[in-house]
C-alpha cells in the first residue's frame, strides 16, 4: 500500500528564504561605535557579544571611556583597556572599530606614509601622530591640516566594496580615521587584514555598522537625523538580528537601543554582530585587487538571504 506522500510547503516564486548569518560557536567580540568630537569619551559606545553553540549573547553595552572624556585620554587609555578586556575574555577576543583603520591610496602617498600604512595602523598611526599630534596638539586641528594636503575626500577600495556614505561636516571623516588610528597605535594587537591572527593576542578589524541591516533586510537610514520613524526602524533591525543572527538580548537593552536617536548602540551592536560573523569565514573576505596599504571593512557575506 502506498502512503500518501506529505505535502509540501509551496514557496512563493521569486522570493527568497529568512536570511541566515553562521556565527561562531564560541569566543568573545566587541564591537565599538566610535566618535571624534570634543568630549569623545561620553560618546564612544562598545557592545560586548558572546557566542554559544545554542545561541549569541548580548552580554554588555556600555560607554568605556566616561571617565576619560577628552580625545587624549582616550587616546591614552585605549592599549589599556583593550588589554583588560583581553584578559576578561579569557580565550581570544576580536574588536571591531566603525573608523577607517587606513587612507586612500592616493592621499597616503600625498602625506609620504605609504610605506607605513602598507606595514600596518601601528606604524601608520605612529607616523601620523609624530607629524600632527605631538604633545598637546588638537585632534581636530590635525585633522583640518591633513585636510588642508589632501584637499577633497578619497574613498578607498573598500569604500566603493561597502558603498559607505560620507560622514557629513567638513573634515569629520578625516578626524574619525586620525584620531582612531592613533587611539590604536600602541594597543598589542593584530589587525587585519595586514597581519594573521594570533593565539592569546586581540584582533582588530574595521566594521561599518550600516551594512548589515541594508544587506539583512534592506533598510537605510535608522539613526534619527536620517528622517521620520527611526525607532520603528531600530526595532525591526533588532528582530532581524534576533532571527538571523541568533542574537538574544534583555528587554532593558533592546529599549536603551531603540531608544538611541544617535544609533550608537546599535551601532556598536551591528559591529560587534559583523566582527564575529567574519570571524566565522576566517576572515576570508578580501578581494585580490585592493590596496594592501588601504585595509578591508569586514561583514557579514552579502545579501546572506540568497541561498
Same mark, same amino acid.
Given at each position: 500500500?502506498?502512503?500518501?506522500? #506529505? ?50 549573547? *548580548? ?11 577628552? !580625545?587624549?585620554?582616550?587616546? #591614552? ?7 583588560? #578586556? ?18 586612500? #591610496?592616493? @592621499? ?15 606604524? *601608520? ?7 600632527? *599630534? ?30 559607505? =556614505?560620507? @560622514?557629513?561636516?567638513?573634515?569629520? =571623516?578625516?578626524?574619525? =580615521? ?87 548602540? *546599535? ?20 578581494? !585580490? ?19
Amino acid at each position: 500500500m502506498v502512503r500518501p506522500s #506529505e505535502p509540501e510547503q509551496v514557496a512563493v516564486p521569486g522570493r527568497c528564504p529568512e536570511p541566515r548569518v553562521k556565527m561562531p560557536d564560541h569566543g568573545t567580540f566587541l564591537g565599538v561605535a566610535w566618535s571624534a568630537v570634543q568630549g569623545a569619551g561620553n560618546q564612544i559606545v562598545a557592545a560586548r557579544l558572546q557566542c554559544e553553540p545554542d545561541r549569541v549573547r *548580548l552580554a554588555r553595552l556600555w560607554r568605556p571611556f566616561q571617565h576619560a572624556p577628552t !580625545r587624549r585620554n582616550v587616546i #591614552e587609555r585605549m592599549p589599556a583597556w583593550i588589554a583588560e #578586556e583581553a584578559r576578561l575574555a579569557g580565550h581570544g577576543l576580536t574588536l571591531g572599530f566603525d573608523f577607517p583603520l587606513s587612507l586612500a #591610496e592616493t @592621499h597616503l602617498r600625498q602625506l609620504g606614509v605609504l610605506r607605513q600604512a602598507i606595514s600596518g595602523p601601528a606604524a *601608520l598611526g605612529r607616523a601620523l601622530a609624530e607629524r600632527y *599630534l605631538p604633545a598637546g596638539a588638537d585632534v581636530g586641528a590635525a585633522a583640518e591640516a591633513v585636510r588642508s594636503e589632501l584637499g577633497r575626500d578619497q574613498p578607498r577600495s573598500t569604500d566603493c566594496h561597502r558603498a559607505v =556614505a560620507p @560622514h557629513p561636516g567638513k573634515a569629520t =571623516a578625516l578626524r574619525r =580615521a586620525l584620531f582612531g588610528i592613533a587611539a590604536l597605535a600602541a594597543a598589542d594587537v593584530s589587525f587585519l587584514p595586514w597581519d594573521e591572527p594570533e593565539s592569546g593576542k586581540p584582533t582588530v578589524v574595521e566594521v561599518y555598522p550600516p551594512h548589515l541591516p541594508r544587506s539583512l533586510a534592506g533598510i537605510c537610514g535608522y539613526r534619527d537625523g536620517d528622517g521620520q520613524g527611526r525607532p520603528a526602524l531600530r526595532a525591526a533591525v533588532l528582530r532581524t538580528l534576533r532571527s538571523a543572527a541568533r542574537l538574544r538580548f534583555e528587554m532593558e537593552e533592546a529599549a536603551e537601543i531603540v531608544g538611541d536617536g544617535t544609533g550608537a548602540t *546599535l551601532d556598536a551592536v551591528l559591529g560587534a554582530v559583523a566582527a564575529a560573523s567574519a570571524s566565522q569565514a576566517a576572515f576570508h573576505q578580501v578581494p !585580490r585587487d585592493v590596496p594592501r596599504s588601504e585595509g578591508w571593512i569586514y561583514s557579514i557575506p552579502d545579501e546572506p538571504w540568497r541561498r
